[in-house]
Nanobody, 120 residues
Framework: QVQLMEYGGASVQAGGSLRLSCIAS????????LGWLRQAPGKGLEGIAA???????GYADSVKDRFIVSQDKAKSTVYLQMNSLKPEDTGMYYC??????????????WGQGTQVTVSS
């Protein structure tokens, strides 16, 4: 069982940056792959970034070269650094664990989500 808690959502201007954090409550953090998924208003869930147990990362085209996923295994924490934010990045951002890459339906554990709003 894994419990996930996201932090860091906020309202920002376009072009700004935010860093989201997700703390995983598990003593087996190192075996999990973790992903960041988002749901924009009126749209379905989208996998946008993922990091596996080896530290290999993957990104959706919509965020590539702007977002960076990283982790601190000692703190059981995964981060999402979001730069050059656009209004279309607005949405609820979820951290998820034990999944495969950007495949939303593959993730077994989910956090409650944190809201990001980007204004133009």
């Amino acid at each position: 069982q894994v419990q996930l808690m996201e932090y860091g959502g906020a309202s920002v201007q376009a072009g700004g940056s935010l860093r989201l954090s997700c703390i995983a409550s598990t003593n087996q953090y190192s075996i999990y792959s973790l992903g960041w998924l988002r749901q924009a208003p009126g749209k379905g869930l989208e996998g946008i970034a993922a990091i596996d147990a080896k530290g290999e990362t993957g990104y959706a085209d919509s965020v590539k070269d702007r977002f960076i996923v990283s982790q601190d295994k000692a703190k059981s924490t995964v981060y999402l650094q979001m730069n050059s934010l656009k209004p279309e990045d607005t949405g609820m951002y979820y951290c998820a664990a034990q999944g495969v890459g950007l495949v939303v339906t593959s993730y077994a554990y989910w956090g409650q989500g944190t809201q990001v709003t980007v204004s133009s």
